[in-house]
């Protein structure tokens, strides 16, 4: 981390299979760290109970846990047939946490994007982040989580506030409760046989320590942009690398 005062972090959705992973490796690195999720998990934090769609709540629990920077993992799960909840939570709740961002003066705030904003339905092959959406999202998940993207960047700037999103794929390891659970339950029912597409189809998986690395990194790079002292020839030269 660059120089000056070390941030105290709210992780929002802190309870959940990547905000404790998050969590864990803020600790490690000797962090202030408490968490705002809907549900309570785990006692070795400080703790705020609340929901991002009332604004009040997440400006509440940042005063209260002194937050100077924000990393918001909450969502509700991929593949629900809710979209009104999708809308509620993620666009709604998501702009709820950029206005409590601003009203408290809050600094950075890092969001848990998806890889699924760029994706519907047809194969995507050797792009980057500069693809656009696309113009029929894949399903209300995915395009509320575009839109969350999409708000969370354009605060970028305003009102004191520094913003990144983070687009990972599937994540695997300990504690997921979604994705290898799924998995076991069909190999129980001993449906073993898969086939994706033509059976040359790919897709990425990253390990949760690691996507919780990205978001630490993340959180330190608005903090160099925020000194001045991002230099981003060394980060081009660090991803080659
Ligand atoms: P998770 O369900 O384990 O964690 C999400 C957490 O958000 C939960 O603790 C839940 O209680 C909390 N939450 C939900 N609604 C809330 C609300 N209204 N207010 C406050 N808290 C709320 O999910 P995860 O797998 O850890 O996913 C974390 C993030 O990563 C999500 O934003 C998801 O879209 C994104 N993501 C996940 C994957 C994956 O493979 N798991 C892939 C790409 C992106």
Redesign the pocket.
Known sequence: MASGARDSYLV?????????HIVEALQARGDVVSV????Q?YHDVPFFG????EEDQVADALQKSNATAIIH??????GLSDPALYW???VD?TKAVIAAAQRVGVKKLVY?????VVFNGEDIIDVDERVGFPEKAMDA?NES?AKAERAVLEANGQNGLLTVAL??????GP?????MAGMVEVYKRNQTHFQIGDNSNLFDWTYVGNVAHAHLLAADRLTETLNGTLNLEKVQEEIKT
């Open positions: 929002i959705g802190g309870s959940g299979f990547l905000g404790r705002f999720d809907i549900v998990r609340g929901d991002i769609s993992t909450a969502s509700p799960p991929a509620k939570v993620n709740g848990t994007s998806s890889a699924g998940y989580k687009r990972p794929a599937g994540i695997f504690g997921d409760r979604q994705v």
